[in-house]
């Protein structure tokens, strides 16, 4: 299989805001690695040839040649007789001694809370069922009749009469999304996605063959209580001229910028949408984690003005973001023949989903009540620390009123992101930079900062960001760590 090829102008614009006030090969070369280890550039891409990145970037050659000396010095490039310079990344590396007392690296690429306290108890529960399954196959690529049930019940109690033909049961929602791209979409179709967003979702976007459509979301910092984030007239003119197939959207607690479409902007998104027969997916995995949100909003679908030959609107759920990430259940919800359709279309991925978890999440959803409670109080605590030590530390930075969801989408006042980010991991800590929320190497001046960690993990990721801080401002990262890639939860 021939290697990608990125060209100079497609690198040109991935580099953003990279220069330094120190040599340019070494902000360069530091530039690329950060692209590599976030995985902005993939593994085995072919890096333009050292004439044509110089003559895009206003570059002697002899810099260039530099830059991917030090990447190829550093184990993130090898160069290959007739491939060129092709991206790797680099073996492990024994490192003596944490940056930060010997605590190890911090992974703040996750926003993701730990284990409710009802869970030990649900799967002891869930475990004693199982024998009661074990006759049959175990292969279940629908889901079991009472936890889909269970689903539709939740729907239901928020405001969404649901029944359980309308619910499929995915192995997480990251599988409901690759399944509803690869059935409703077609290689050059277009797909309207918000930005920033969720980066494993313009991931499946693009594997399916779409080409994506952006509309800004809430990148104002400072968001006050009630404001919306979306440019409803924009969006309503994107989905009128490109026409998209699909349209992903993240409506409650919008991941990173923790922004909620209000009720009027649910309604005019999904009217334009019906009106150009653009299929609505409203990724709903954060809407139940409100800490103080004033309104009440209902499950996007639910403003919908359904008739015979309107586009339909598809909701994906999770366990994982309001029980616990290692309970690998999600779940769409959509009119019985797209349910039907996608059922048949589901067996080319995995042939079903596990029955223990399944349980598991069955035992759970009577108690969500409880659980949204439990985690209101956690993402409160949450939200306040991050405020405080953004305060204390970076009086300058700007982090909008949250009134829900897992990270804060903040500002930094300067394009330095990815340089921040590279630097933090000489001091111990993971975060994404905020281009890897984006496309093209947009929202260098955003970072994204998890709320969901406990306030001795919060503070000494702010100690490894002060560190990092003055260091981004003003000169090249040195690379020291070479951190395995970092998924973002």
């Known amino acids: 299989m021939p290697n990608a090829q990125l060209t100079a102008r497609s690198l040109g614009t991935l580099l953003g805001e ?44 002899t810099t260039v040649t530099a830059a991917y000396r030090e990447l190829r010095e550093a ?10 310079s092709l991206t790797r990344l680099p073996g492990p590396v024994l490192v003596a001694a944490s940056p930060l007392g010997g605590e190890g690296m911090l992974d703040f690429t996750k926003a993701a809370l730990p284990a409710v306290a009802s869970l030990p108890a649900a799967a002891r529960a869930a475990a004693e069922e199982l024998p009661h399954f074990l006759p049959d196959s175990g292969y279940d690529p629908i889901g079991l009749p009472h936890l889909r049930e269970a689903i539709a019940k939740r729907y239901g109690e928020r405001g969404l009469p649901t029944d359980a033909e309308q619910i499929l049961v995915t192995v997480g929602a990251q599988q409901a999304i690759a399944l509803l791209a690869r059935t409703f979409l077609g290689r050059g179709d277009r797909a309207l996605v918000e930005m920033p967003t969720y980066p494993h979702a313009t991931e499946s976007l693009r594997l399916a063959g779409a080409r994506l459509v952006p509309v800004t979301v809430g990148t104002t910092p400072g968001l006050e209580a009630g404001a919306d984030g979306w440019d409803v007239d924009a969006v309503e003119q994107t989905i009128r001229r490109a026409n998209p197939a699909l349209a992903y959207l993240i409506p409650d607690f919008h991941n990173p910028t923790g922004a909620s479409m209000s009720a009027e902007t649910r309604e005019r998104v999904l009217a334009a949408a019906a009106s150009q027969g653009t299929i609505v997916v409203g990724d709903e995995t954060t809407a139940e984690l409100d800490i103080d949100r004033a309104d009440h909003l209902l499950p996007l679908a639910a403003y919908g003005d359904r008739r015979a030959g309107d586009a339909p609107v598809i909701l994906i759920g999770s366990a994982s973001k309001s029980m ?31 029955i223990l978890e399944q349980l598991v999440v069955a035992r759970m959803l009577p108690q969500m009540g409880e659980i949204v409670e439990e985690r209101r109080a ?15 530390h970076f009086p300058t930075w700007t982090v909008p009123h949250l009134h829900g969801g897992l ?15 590279l630097g933090a991991r000489n001091h111990g800590l993971l975060i994404a930079a905020g281009p890897r929320f984006g496309l093209d190497g947009a929202f260098e001046r955003f970072l994204r900062i998890p709320i969901t960690s406990g306030e001795d993990e919060t503070i000494r990721a702010f100690r490894a960001l002060s560190r990092a801080w003055a260091t981004s401002l003003h000169q090249p990262v040195p690379y020291t760590d070479p951190a395995i890639l970092a998924d973002v939860v």
């Open 18 to 61: 990279w220069r330094g006030n120190g040599a340019h090969y070494q902000a360069l070369a530091d530039r690329i690695r950060l692209l590599v280890l976030d995985g902005r550039i993939p593994i085995d891409t072919r890096l333009p040839a050292e004439r044509d990145l110089a003559g895009r970037l206003d570059l002697s050659r």
């Open 75 to 84: 184990g993130f490039v090898d160069s290959v007789r007739g491939s060129g």
């Open 324 to 354: 616990w990430g290692g309970l690998r259940i999600g779940w769409i919800r959509a009119d019985r023949p797209l349910i039907r359709k996608l059922v048949a279309a589901k067996p080319s991925t995995d042939l079903g989903t596990p």
């Open 378 to 392: 956690q993402l409160r605590s949450g939200r306040d620390t991050v405020r405080r030590l953004v305060a204390e």
């Open 407 to 421: 990270a804060a989408w903040v500002g930094l006042g300067a394009p330095v992101s990815s340089a921040l980010s």
